[in-house]
């Protein structure tokens, strides 16, 4: 059965400091992973798109790896701002096009 | 350089009424897909439109549930007779045309429409 499960459920750090969100994965055959923040009352907004290929993507202080042999990812935030409060979304394409599958997030707060 | 709408953002309906949820693509975008989230859960995939055509229903329920996407208009989610089951977090989400279906598309979402069911 495809299946993304992420962890922690919720997770509180203070302002500046860095965490780290896992995924890990059971989706066959993969196409791709991507990682979605998803402020309170808004829809999901792209952080990052890996490949197969991709071990790590960067997006300004996001940086998501990509293990495709052990089926795990993470999400990496670097100096946490109050701003970075929110859910991070795991979701893997299983085939193209319309087979998403989402995990049920991360819930990240960040404290001053 | 709007972004995708979604209305109305919340619905309340008594059950056995009609729901009618509203998508307008961002500009430009010919691909629409919904998506479901339930309380505690995360986003289930419901359908694929293009313009005119419903390429993937296979995450919509058999019954009561419907959706379209006109030539001109918006994608309209329809749900009939509406349970308490339906109440949930709708979100609709459009990529532009050319990326098919790789996989690799980005997909833009839009705000969501929040269906309670009384």
């Known amino acids: 059965k495809n299946q993304v499960e992420q962890s922690p459920q919720s997770l509180i750090i203070l302002e500046g400091k860095n965490c780290t969100l896992q995924c890990n994965y059971t989706v066959s055959p993969f196409s791709n992973l991507r990682w979605y923040k998803q402020d309170t009352g808004r829809g999901p907004v792209s952080l990052t798109i890996?490949?197969?290929?991709?071990n790590t993507k960067s997006n300004g202080r996001y940086t998501a790896t990509l293990d495709a042999d052990t089926k795990q990812s993470s999400l990496h935030i670097t100096a946490s701002q109050l701003s970075d409060s929110a859910s991070y979304i795991c979701?893997?394409?299983?085939?193209?096009?319309?087979?998403?599958?989402f995990g049920k997030g991360t819930t990240l707060s960040v404290s001053s | 350089n709007a972004g995708v709408m979604q209305n109305p953002r919340h619905l309340v309906r008594r059950r056995g009424q009609e729901a009618r949820l509203r998508c307008s693509p961002m500009?430009?975008?010919?691909?629409v897909y919904w998506y479901r989230q339930l309380p505690e859960e995360g986003l289930k995939f419901m359908v694929y439109l293009q313009k005119e055509n419903i390429i993937d229903e296979s995450g919509m329920p058999k019954e009561r549930f419907s959706a379209e996407f006109p030539k001109e208009g918006p994608s309209i989610l329809r749900i009939q007779q509406v349970v308490r089951g339906d109440s949930a977090a709708y979100f609709c989400?459009?990529?532009?045309?050319?990326?098919?279906?790789?996989?690799?598309?980005?997909?833009?979402f839009g705000s969501g429409t929040q269906l309670s069911v009384l």
């Open positions: 890996m490949t197969f290929s991709e």
């Open positions: 989400a459009s990529s532009p045309p050319g990326q098919g279906t790789t996989g690799n598309e980005k997909l833009f």
């Open positions: 979701v893997v394409s299983a085939t193209a096009g319309t087979a998403l599958i």
């Open positions: 500009k430009g975008h010919s691909h």
